[in-house]
């Protein structure tokens, strides 16, 4: 699914113009941005947790060359899934 088809599922089952769907998705998905910017972790009830988690810098190796390199740290989002849509996608949910 796209930022599009979401845009056309609130235009079509919740009856707001395209230009409000198109408004409503793209705060939301701001809102998400920015919070995962700030550190913040992301809960949403039903659905699931986004977390920032950080990388520590490690040791790698150039697979052209060989020669060791370092890998600096780096900031990554993660998804843990909630009990409610685990089981649903295992058929064990009514949702």
Do not use: W
């Amino acid at each position: 699914m796209t930022k599009a088809d979401l845009i056309e599922r609130v235009f079509l089952e919740i009856g707001y113009t395209k230009a409000e769907a198109t408004d409503l998705i793209e705060q939301v998905l701001e809102e998400l941005k920015s919070s995962l910017q700030r550190g913040e972790g992301v809960k949403i009830s039903g659905f699931g947790h986004f977390k920032v988690k950080e990388k520590a810098a490690r040791k790698g190796r150039n697979p052209q060359t060989g020669e060791a390199i370092t890998i600096d740290g780096r900031k990554i989002v993660t998804f843990k899934p909630s009990t409610v849509l685990r089981d649903a996608m295992n058929g064990g949910g009514s949702s």
